[in-house]
């Protein structure tokens, strides 16, 4: 089984740059893939960005596109959440998330697609 933990939040400020990690630890972490999540208060669940098993695939909510990106160095057991240019409304608690690349088509964009989840990270953006 495959655990994973999300470290790399804290609060920082507009505009600056911020990078989360997800640590595996247990089975072969090259064989999942990882997604990313987000839940700030008082809203729902939040898909950001799904990086393959093998890293050289990625894909992004459309509002992630131009300032988050997602990569993973399969020899660490680490998958990274890169943020640039934070915004106020990125403030929120992280997730990581994977799945064994064989039980789901292409990218897994919702949550109930994964079974391994990290405990969060907490990012908050000051203005």
């Known amino acids: 089984q495959v655990q994973l933990a999300e470290s790399g939040g804290g609060v920082v400020q507009a505009g600056d740059s911020l990078t989360l990690s997800c640590v595996a630890s247990g089975r072969t972490f090259s064989n999942y893939a990882v997604g990313w999540f987000r839940q700030a208060p008082g809203k729902e669940w939040e898909f950001v960005a799904a990086?393959?098993?093998?890293?050289?695939?990625?894909y992004y909510a459309d509002s992630a596109k131009s300032r988050f990106t997602s990569s993973r160095d399969n020899a660490k057991n680490t998958a990274y959440l890169r943020i640039d240019s934070l915004k106020p409304e990125d403030t929120a608690i992280y997730y990581c998330?994977?799945?064994?690349?064989?039980?789901?088509?292409?990218?897994?964009?919702?949550?109930?697609?994964?079974?391994?989840w990290g405990q969060g990270t907490q990012v908050t953006v000051s203005s």
């Open positions: 998330a994977a799945h064994h690349f064989g039980t789901v088509q292409g990218f897994a964009i919702f949550a109930n697609e994964y079974d391994l």
């Open positions: 990086i393959d098993y093998t890293g050289r695939s990625t």
